[in-house]
């Protein structure tokens, strides 16, 4: 490619309905690892690019590198007077998260106009960037988390943690230990041993169920309800649910602060792992040591 090229690409509106707009795309070094520098080039009403940064990237190299992953490329966003580079991180091969070296572009919409564009990329004979664009506007980087939703249309959903602190981490749990024991310790006497039977038992049990903890309500959602209130077109990221956890020798307790719904959800799009935003301590590294995802998501059978 020697010059800007422009693509068409579909995000939402204010109103969350789909909405097309245009973005300029520079694709070079395609014989070592690719480098896509996408310009915003119209003003447009969808989400700040930190939040439909997975989508319009698929769609990017769907239409440019089909046979690379997200993870493959290197990437660079300019708008306005601010760039920055971003990068996908994974986790035993799925994406997990994406890494923002400046974050205050991610939250602008301000385009710049197509020749101001081409004018970073004007060489004739190579195409390479002449005037690489310098961003005038740093507020350091950003981290957000993404989990994959195979079974959703758009694929990923980006989360944010509930709050910055040092004293808390991020677990990806295996949805299927979770799920059965979340399951298990609401209702201790079931005579079952799978997670079809416990789901069936507690659903005839629902009556004696109460309190945060309990799995029924948000078990009783469908795929299709599911899919529908994980939202991944809203305009600010979903949080990470919040737990706390007290070892077996506690009574294997699972605590939920938020996001009881949020986890099924995950669950019930396909989602290889949960995450879970906790304190720092030993009973996080049992949490860990018992639930931490070692890898893609086992079939739904225990």
Not at 292 to 297: H, N, S
């Amino acid at each position: 490619m020697k010059k800007l090229q422009i693509e068409k690409i579909t995000d939402y509106d204010i109103s969350k309905k789909p909405a097309d707009g245009n973005i300029g795309v520079y694709l070079s070094n395609e014989e070592n690892t690719p480098h896509i520098h996408l310009f915003e080039v119209e003003r447009r009403t969808g989400r700040n690019f930190t939040f439909s940064a997975p989508k319009i990237c698929s769609d990017i190299l769907k239409a440019y590198l089909p046979e690379k992953q997200l993870y493959e490329v290197d990437w660079t966003y300019t708008t306005g007077g601010a760039h920055t580079d971003f990068s996908f991180k994974t986790t035993h091969g799925e994406i997990s998260g994406i890494h923002f070296t400046n974050a205050f572009p991610t939250n602008i919409r301000t385009p710049l106009s197509i020749d101001r564009c081409s004018e970073f990329f004007s060489h004739p004979q190579t195409g390479c960037a002449q005037n690489e664009p310098k961003s005038i506007w740093h507020s350091g980087p950003l981290d957000l988390m993404i989990v994959p939703i195979p079974k959703h249309k758009e694929k990923f959903i980006v989360l944010r943690d509930p709050y910055m602190s040092a004293d808390h981490q991020t677990i990806l749990a295996n949805p299927n230990k979770f799920i059965h024991a979340w399951l298990t310790q609401s209702f201790m006497n079931a005579n079952v041993n799978d997670l079809n039977g416990l789901t069936a038992e507690y659903a005839k049990n629902a009556r004696f169920m109460s309190g945060d903890d309990n799995p029924i309500a948000p078990l009783h959602s469908s795929v299709e309800e599911s899919l529908t209130h994980l939202r991944p077109e809203g305009w600010y990221p979903h949080e990470s649910a919040m737990i706390s956890y007290q070892p077996a020798r506690s009574g294997g307790k699972i605590n939920f602060t938020n996001g009881r719904h949020r986890t099924i959800n995950f669950f019930n799009a396909g989602a290889p792992f949960l995450p879970f935003f906790m304190y720092k301590g030993e009973r996080t590294d049992k949490f860990a040591e018992e639930f931490e995802w070692q890898g893609p998501r086992p079939e739904d059978n225990m």
